[in-house]
C-alpha cells in the first residue's frame, strides 16, 4: 500500500457511530478472532477482513483511533507500518 493509497483511505473519514460498522462481518464472528492471544497468528480474524465490504472504513477507523487487534484485514503492527510509510511520505 503505498502513502497516496493511505491518502485515499482517510477521505473516507468517518463517525465513528458511521453505519459502515453494522454492515461488518466481524459483528457476526466471535471476536476472539480478532483479539488473538500472544504468540497466536491473526489468521482468522484477517480471513473474515478479506470477504467484509466495509474494509476499507474499518482500517481508515483504526488507524484513526489507534486500535487494537485485527481491522481492517491489518494487524497492530501492519498497522503501525501503514502510519510509518505515511509520515515518510509526508
Excluded at 68 to 90: I, M, P
Amino acid at each position: 500500500m503505498t502513502g497516496d493509497d493511505l491518502a485515499d483511505l482517510y477521505a473516507l473519514a468517518h463517525d465513528p457511530d458511521a453505519e459502515w460498522m453494522e454492515q461488518a462481518l466481524c459483528a457476526e464472528t466471535d471476536p476472539e478472532a480478532f483479539f488473538p492471544d500472544e504468540g497466536q497468528r491473526p489468521d482468522t480474524g484477517k480471513k473474515v477482513c478479506r470477504r467484509c465490504e466495509v474494509r476499507a472504513e474499518c482500517l481508515v477507523y483504526a488507524l484513526e483511533h489507534g486500535e487494537l487487534g485485527v481491522w481492517g484485514g491489518t494487524t497492530e503492527r501492519e498497522r503501525r507500518r501503514l502510519r510509518a510509510r505515511q509520515a515518510v511520505a509526508a
